[in-house]
């Protein structure tokens, strides 16, 4: 029998807190698939960096609002090719605005990225791991999930949705020696936080008990920790990584 290489998933590996991931998994002797949608010099990037001290790593073009590709991406470079030990369900999207000013199309189409994406990523990740018995899937939640938050409807619904599959999936694939876990993060240091003003980053650093943003890296050591060995019992849990911010 071939002895498949332990591979680890992460959706939106280019930038961001999937890049983050992708480094510490591959720090952690993961084979890295990082997947991309737009930005193939920056996920290319990520490739590089791993390889350059000695992991192993490939890029992939994987939009995650199309259901289709999802099941192709599977099937043609992970099923029976690698051994599938963990998948990070990170990619997402925002499309703000006040709800009555919310374009139907942007509801759904953050709808279907954010929540739908990652409930057939973990559906074709799951239909793997059950016939190896071990798998860890950590979907990538958001504190706004729990508390929500004005002109983000849409993401809040999502991410709040993938904190009910996360539980209703680790009910199911449990007994499989399959854990699912949720992180969610708060204000983050991305590209994201980054293009936020100065007055707005002081209104939400003021509502921070801990007062600053947090680190992309913080978001991958909980990650790495929840796919570990240890955390073997933990399963339908959600992990907050915001500094104390709640409502």
């Known amino acids: 029998m071939i002895d498949l290489i332990r591979t680890a998933v992460v959706t939106g590996g280019s930038r961001g807190i999937g890049k983050a991931v992708a480094l510490r998994l591959a720090q952690d002797g993961y084979?890295?698939?990082?997947?991309?949608?737009?930005?193939?010099?920056?996920?290319?990037?990520?490739?590089?960096?791993?390889?350059?001290?000695?992991?192993?790593?490939?890029?992939?073009?994987?939009?995650?609002?199309?259901?289709?590709?999802?099941?192709?991406?599977?099937?043609?470079?992970?099923?029976?090719?690698?051994?599938?030990?963990?998948?990070?369900?990170?990619?997402?999207?925002?499309k703000d605005n006040l709800i009555i000013r919310m374009k139907p199309q942007d509801w759904e189409t953050v709808l279907r990225v954010n929540l739908t994406g990652t409930f057939v990523c973990l559906q074709e990740a799951a239909?793997?791991?059950?016939r190896q018995r071990y798998g860890r899937i950590v979907n990538i939640s958001s504190v706004v999930g729990e508390m929500g938050n004005a002109g983000q409807a849409n993401y809040a619904a999502s991410k709040a949705g993938v904190i009910g599959l996360t539980k209703s999936a680790a009910q199911e694939l449990a007994a499989r020696g399959i854990t699912v876990n949720a992180v969610a993060p708060g204000f983050i240091a991305t590209d994201m936080t980054s293009g936020l003003t100065e007055e707005i980053q002081a209104v939400y650093?003021?509502?921070?008990?801990?007062?600053?943003?947090?680190?992309?890296?913080?978001?991958?050591?909980?990650?790495?920790?929840?796919?570990?060995?240890?955390?073997?019992?933990?399963?339908?849990?959600?992990?907050?990584?915001?500094?104390?911010?709640?409502m």
């Open 31 to 94: 084979q890295v698939f990082a997947t991309y949608v737009s930005r193939s010099e920056q996920a290319e990037a990520v490739k590089d960096a791993i390889v350059f001290h000695g992991g192993r790593a490939e890029v992939f073009r994987l939009d995650v609002g199309d259901m289709a590709a999802i099941g192709e991406f599977f099937k043609d470079h992970v099923k029976d090719k690698v051994r599938l030990e963990v998948l990070v369900n990170n990619a997402g999207m925002t």
């Open 127 to 130: 239909k793997i791991m059950i």
């Open 205 to 246: 650093m003021k509502r921070i008990p801990a007062k600053r943003f947090g680190q992309a890296e913080e978001v991958a050591d909980a990650v790495a920790f929840l796919v570990s060995e240890g955390a073997g019992y933990i399963t339908g849990q959600v992990i907050g990584i915001s500094g104390g911010l709640y």
